[in-house]
């Protein structure tokens, strides 16, 4: 991000809120602070594009609260447990994902479903940083909260909201009468068949939603007061909002498809346990399409990140592609939209080469473009500021970046170049990544560097062989401090990048 300085302005923030279903001013409990969480995924396999699309929706929030000089204190979580197959129905059913991932052919590569976890959680951060999304400032781990939310289970039975059966603790959708006011999926449709419910016998009723599995053979548990098991996915992000960010948050983002039940459940735990509202303000990014049809691997369709790169794709222009559409529409991503976007790309690279030559070598004169160009960013923050208008915003950058190239910049007008595509830059993020301001020389390892980094590698393929979890981990994450980030092939290799 950039290290100009942004006052706080008189200007609103509006954003659609999924609750009320309206457009509304996005209201902070404390003035200028912007306390967000968004859901963040579920490590047990690359995160998709269509994941990426939700998390850059939530960015772009983040940015444009920044640049009407907010604070933000962001919280995206980490699912590395608890998370099943059949989690997209009223209540979990079918097997823990992390679980089934390693029994997976791709599974094959790891030792434990914690070594699986960890490689993909380093995949997906290493993703977040080239498609140049801002840092969260905290990134909980369920894994890590665990102890939370076994208190907030027996809170909840305390308090009479939830009870235990043989298979687990669950919670008790009659007790709390707003359950469906975020998905419109009440209580009462649920009963009705609307939606799909998981039959168990030991439920008091059959919409009830577990936070507790018991299961003495999960690969990831823990022991409760109910035995031994594993923690549901919705209380992980109640007690990890709660720990960080208060009993009312701000606001809450993620794609739509978190509504229900993920949401909704969030929403029934949270409040029953403090009797406070969650959460003011939701904010949902609709689906992503590839080429007219819904992602599928089934269709060859499934894109990730890194695939794209591999077939020559600029993670900038990708970027660009997921945020060219409005967040709550369908957005169709194809390979001329991405062509397009490279296009666009170059463009604002075009104008970063003409600044930064002018600079260098521009003579003295009035600025010709100062005016224009401050005016076309209040365009653009205006449009941001109106529930994440990116289309009207990256046409006014890119109206800027034509007027910077058409131009022989004077030192002046270069001066107001620089602040503009700066500006944008902090704004949108497509303009340049930060990789792209550091010098070939400084990114590059020295031999001796490289050695010594190849070195490390094969002391932790030895610590593997050994069954040393411990030393394995710890030379990761060592090289990794080091911005070393360490790639297990499905053919047993090890390939690394400097990030």
Known sequence: ???????????????????????????????????????????YS????????????????????????????WVSNITDVGHLTDDDIADATGE??????????????????????????????ED??????????????????????????????????????????????????????????????????????????????????AIWKKDDKHLMQWFSPYGWGFPGWHIECSVMARAYLGDTIDLHSGGEDNKFPHHECEIAQSESLTGKPFCEHWSH??????????????????????????????????????????????????????????????????????????LESGSNGADTVGAELEDLYGQALDAMLSDLNTPIAISKALEGAKIITRETLSLESAKSGERFLNLVNDLLGIVRHPEDMVMVEESKTSTADEARILERIEARKAAKVAKDWGLADSIRQELLNESIVLTDNSDGSVSWSST
């Open 1 to 43: 991000m950039s290290t100009l300085k942004k006052p706080m302005t008189e200007k609103q923030f509006r954003l659609y809120d999924s609750l009320s279903r309206k457009v509304k001013p996005l209201i902070t409990a404390e003035p200028g602070h912007l306390r967000f969480y968004t859901c963040g995924p579920t490590v």
């Open 46 to 73: 690359y995160a998709h594009i269509g994941n990426f699309r939700s998390f850059l929706s939530a960015d772009l929030v983040v940015r444009t609260a920044l640049a009407i000089g907010w604070k933000v204190t």
């Open 96 to 125: 823990d994902k992390m679980e089934k991932a390693l029994r997976s052919k791709e599974g094959e590569q790891f030792h434990n479903v914690w070594e699986l976890a960890e490689y993909y959680e380093a995949a997906y951060r």
């Open 128 to 209: 977040w940083k080239l498609l140049n999304l801002v840092e969260p400032d905290v990134r909980p781990k369920a894994t890590q909260h665990v102890r939370e939310q076994i208190l907030a289970a027996e809170e909840l039975i305390e308090k009479g909201f939830a009870y235990e059966t043989p298979t687990g603790v669950y919670f008790s959708v009659d007790k709390f009468p707003g359950y469906g006011k975020l998905s419109g999926n009440t209580q009462e449709s649920l009963r009705k068949g609307v939606r799909d419910v998981v039959l168990d016998e030991n439920k008091k009723d059959q919409s009830d939603f």
């Open 285 to 358: 990014t609709a689906f992503l399409q590839v080429n007219g049809q819904k992602m599928s691997k089934s269709l060859g369709n499934f894109y990730y990140v890194r695939g794209l790169m591999a077939k020559g794709a600029d993670p900038l222009a990708i970027r660009f592609a997921l945020i060219s559409g409005v967040y709550r529409k369908n957005l169709n991503f194809t390979d001329q939209g991405l062509e397009d976007a490279k296009t666009n790309i170059d463009r604002f690279r075009r104008a970063d080469i003409a600044v930064a030559e002018a």
